[in-house]
Nanobody, 123 residues
Framework: QVQLVESGGGLVQAGGSLRLSCAAS????????MGWFRQAPGKEREFVAT????????YYADSVKGRFTISRDNAENTVYLQKNSLKPEDTAVYYC????????????????WGQGTQVTVSS
């Protein structure tokens, strides 16, 4: 079983950058697809990005394409989300999630979740 802990959130001005990290424990991390999701107040959790077990397959939500980059380091059991050109609408709690098999944009397909990290972008 994989356990996930996010870090790297905070307050940043519009146009700035942040890098989120998600540290995983457990022997099966390198076999898991990983995803980042976010949830703004009063809104449903939405897909941000996903990466397959070896980083060869990556997919982004249209809203973050070209600004965010997902990556992983299986030797460090960590997945990252580099966020550039941040906008106020990127403000949300960001969650990383893991699942066996292929990545997916549907949060219901993921069986392991971190506790979330708050990202606030000021205008």
């Amino acid at each position: 079983q994989v356990q996930l802990v996010e870090s790297g959130g905070g307050l940043v001005q519009a146009g700035g950058s942040l890098r989120l990290s998600c540290a995983a424990s457990g022997r099966t991390f390198s076999t898991y697809a990983m995803g980042w999701f976010r949830q703004a107040p009063g809104k449903e959790r939405e897909f941000v990005a996903t990466i397959n077990y070896n980083g060869a397959s990556i997919y982004y939500a249209d809203s973050v394409k070209g600004r965010f980059t997902i990556s992983r380091d299986n030797a460090e059991n960590t997945v990252y989300l580099q966020k550039n050109s941040l906008k106020p609408e990127d403000t949300a709690v960001y969650y990383c999630a893991g699942k066996p098999g292929a990545g997916n944009i549907d949060a219901r397909r993921y069986d392991t979740w971190g506790q979330g990290t708050q990202v606030t972008v000021s205008s």
